[in-house]
C-alpha cells in the first residue's frame, strides 16, 4: 500500500502497466494462494473497534461523492483517505480483528481510488490502486471484495480491447468470490457476460445472462448485501444487459434494456446516465436513427459536466464518429460544438 501512495497519485501515463500473462497470473493468484493472518503492528497508538467503525462510517459519502462528482474530482480526496488508513496499519497497534477491518477498509478505499483513476483516463494509476487492494483484500479474508476488484481490473481490459484477459479476470472474480448474496453474484455474472460479449461468444454469454437474471430475481431486503453492491441495482443490470447484447450485434435487444435502465436510474446519477445515454445513442445509430443519436449524445453533455469523466467523453467521441451524416450537417456541427467544450 505503501509504494501505491508513493507512486499512484503522480502518475500522469493514460495507459496499462500490466497485461496479457501478468494480468492472468494475478487473478490466478488470487484463486491459489492462501490467507496469511494479520500480523499486528508493534509500535504507534492503540486502535479500537469504535475507531474503525468512524473510519468505516465515511465510505458511504465517499462512494455518493466519487459517483456524484466524477473521477476526476474525487481522485484526491480517495487518495487521502487512503494514505491516512495506511498510516495507521504500518503505525498503530491493533488486535488482529481490528487488523483485519482496517485492511478490508483500505482495500476498498484502494477501488475506489482505482476507480476514479480509471474514470479520470489513468490507467497504470488505476491498476496499482488495485493490484495493492486486491492483496489487502486477501490478506483480511474477504473475497468477495477481492472479487470485486478483480472485476473492475476486467472492465479496464475490456475498454483497451484486451477481451481475452477481461474475460479471465471476471472468471476468476466469478470463481473466487466464495460464498456471495444473489445480488453480488448477479453482477459478478454479468462482467463476465460482457467479456463473453466482447470475445463473440453468444452461447456463453447468454448462458451467463441467464444466470445473472435467476440471480437477480431473488435478491431482496432480507440479504447482508456488502455496502459496495449497492450501486448495483435494476437499471444497472439492465444497462449492463443492454451493453451484452450491443456487443453481439443484437441493436433492438439493446435498446430496449438501455430505455428501461435510463427510465429507473435516478437522476443523481449523472455520470451513469450520461454513460448509457450515450451508449442508447449507438443503438440508434445502429437502427439508422441518426437524428434521435444526436438528440441522446446532445442530452448527454451537460451530464458529463456534472459529473467529468474521462470514459464517458471517449464514449461520446466515438459515438459522434459513428454517425453516417457529413460533417457539414447543421445537427452535427452544433453536436461537435457541444462535445468540443467537454475536451476543453
Known amino acids: 500500500m505503501d509504494d501505491t501512495l508513493e507512486r499512484a497519485m503522480p502518475d500522469r501515463r493514460g495507459f496499462m502497466k500490466l497485461g496479457g500473462q501478468a494480468l492472468v497470473l494475478l487473478a490466478g493468484q488470487w484463486l491459489a494462494e492462501g490467507i496469511g493472518p494479520v500480523v499486528a503492528a508493534l509500535t504507534g497508538g492503540r486502535i479500537d473497534l469504535p475507531m474503525v467503525g468512524e473510519l468505516e462510517a465515511g465510505l458511504p459519502r465517499l462512494r455518493r ?7 476526476p474530482r474525487a481522485r484526491n480526496l480517495l487518495h487521502a483517505e487512503l494514505e491516512m488508513v495506511t498510516g495507521i496499519l504500518k503505525e498503530a497497534s491493533y488486535s488482529d480483528r481490528v487488523g483485519q477491518r482496517l485492511l478490508v477498509l483500505s482495500a476498498e478505499l484502494a477501488r475506489l481510488a482505482g476507480w476514479s483513476s480509471f474514470d479520470s483516463g489513468l490507467h497504470t494509476a488505476a491498476q496499482r490502486y488495485w493490484t495493492s487492494g486486491l492483496r489487502a483484500a486477501h490478506a483480511a479474508g474477504d473475497r468477495a471484495l477481492g472479487a470485486n476488484i478483480l472485476k473492475s481490473l476486467s472492465l479496464q481490459c475490456y475498454d483497451h480491447n484486451l477481451f481475452s484477459d477481461a474475460l479471465a479476470l471476471a472468471a476468476a472474480a466469478v470463481d473466487g468470490a466464495g460464498e456471495v448474496t444473489p445480488r453480488t453474484s448477479a453482477m459478478l455474472l ?26 437477480m430475481a431473488q435478491t431482496d431486503a432480507s440479504h447482508d448485501d456488502p455496502a459496495w453492491s449497492g450501486y448495483f441495482d435494476p437499471a444497472e443490470f439492465h444497462a ?36 448509457y445515454t450515450i ?6 445509430t445502429a437502427l439508422g436513427d441518426a437524428d434521435h443519436a444526436i438528440h441522446l449524445l446532445e442530452t448527454a453533455v451537460p451530464m458529463i459536466t456534472a459529473a467529468p469523466s474521462q470514459r464517458n467523453i471517449t464514449r461520446a467521441v466515438a459515438a459522434r464518429a459513428e454517425l453516417p451524416l457529413l460533417t457539414r450537417h447543421p445537427k452535427v456541427q452544433r453536436l461537435d460544438q457541444l462535445l468540443a467544450t467537454l475536451s476543453a
Open 65 to 71: 461523492m466519487e459517483a456524484a462528482l466524477g473521477g
Open 190 to 215: 454479468l462482467r463476465q457476460a460482457r467479456a463473453a460479449a466482447a470475445c463473440g461468444n453468444h452461447a456463453e454469454c447468454d448462458r451467463l445472462l441467464t444466470a445473472a437474471e435467476t440471480q
Open 240 to 275: 449492463q444487459t443492454a451493453t451484452c447484447h450491443a456487443d453481439l450485434g443484437r441493436p433492438k435487444l439493446a435498446q430496449r434494456h438501455y430505455a428501461t435502465a435510463l427510465a429507473l436510474m435516478p437522476a443523481a446519477k449523472h455520470r451513469d446516465l450520461a454513460t
Open 279 to 284: 451508449q442508447h445513442a449507438r443503438t440508434h
